[in-house]
């Protein structure tokens, strides 16, 4: 399974936001600029993460991004359902139907191997991707 390049930049920022630890907070640039990602891809991933109850974003002075608790202690598997979408990762049906569709092994094949996928990601949470070696070099990332 492949993911979208925006999950995998809102799960990249979500790491980052989790190294910072509790209490501290960052910019949507300072945290764009770490990851070397567009600033307006990183609002967006923001947005979405914010959405989710994953990123407390506010503005102002005194204001920033921090990961909640919840962002922390998140299932993966959770979070990547919720950014990529459950859709099957083929579709049988559509504008020109596949002629296979009834007699077809793969459709069945690749909604077992999504399960699968997402069953290895479901036991680790955020903070588990963010331990050594990953942490510190998120840390060092300015």
């Not at 005194?62 to 579709?91: K, Y």
């Not at 690749?110 to 840390?139: M, S």
């Amino acid at each position: 399974m492949r993911l979208t390049k925006f999950t995998d930049l809102a799960l990249r920022v979500t790491m980052r936001l989790a190294v910072a630890g509790p209490g501290t907070t960052l910019t949507t640039r300072q945290v764009a600029e770490a990851m070397a990602i567009p600033y307006t891809h990183t609002a967006k991933a923001i947005s979405r993460l914010q959405h989710l109850g994953v990123v407390d974003a506010r503005r102002g002075r005194g204001g920033g991004l921090e990961l909640t608790a919840f962002g922390r202690s998140a299932s993966l598997g959770w979070l990547v359902r919720e950014l990529e979408g459950e859709e099957e990762v083929v579709t049988c049906e559509g504008e020109t139907p596949c002629p296979l569709r009834a007699a077809c092994r793969l459709r069945g094949a690749l909604r077992d191997a999504q399960r699968a996928f997402y069953a290895a990601l479901d036991p680790l949470t955020v903070a588990d991707l963010v331990t050594t070696p990953t942490g510190p070099v998120l840390l060092s990332l300015t």
